[in-house]
């Protein structure tokens, strides 16, 4: 069973930094495609970063130049790396694995951009 715990969230200034952790069990993230998605209050969600078997990273244009995924896989752990935070920036961010060409998500946790 795959399971996928998200973690690092919080209130951050405009401007400011977070890094999100997503522990995950049941599967090695070194096999497969990771990602991150986030959800804003009235809004669809949205496909802000990944990163495939080889290490290619991709990114929305909404965060590119500002966020970085990586991965570790002797801890079987993804990051994000979340620089220059905007207040459109709050969301709850979600972890995913894909298996089979569909994502499963964690449960997510909340980041909020404010002053």
């Known amino acids: 069973q795959v399971q996928l715990v998200e973690s690092g969230g919080g209130l951050v200034q405009p401007g400011g930094s977070l890094t999100l952790s997503c522990v995950v069990s049941?599967?090695?993230?070194?096999?497969?495609?990771v990602g991150w998605s986030r959800q804003a209050p009235g809004k669809q969600r949205e496909l802000v970063a990944s990163i495939n078997i080889a290490g290619r990273t991709s990114y929305s244009d909404s965060v590119k130049g500002r966020f970085t995924i990586s991965k570790d896989n002797a801890k079987n752990t993804v990051y994000l790396q979340m620089n220059s935070l905007k207040p459109e920036d709050t969301a709850v961010y979600y972890c995913?694995?894909?298996?089979?060409?569909?994502?499963?998500w964690g449960q997510g946790t909340q980041v909020t951009v404010s002053s």
């Open positions: 049941g599967i090695r993230v070194s096999f497969y495609s």
């Open positions: 995913g694995v894909r298996v089979s060409g569909t994502f499963r």
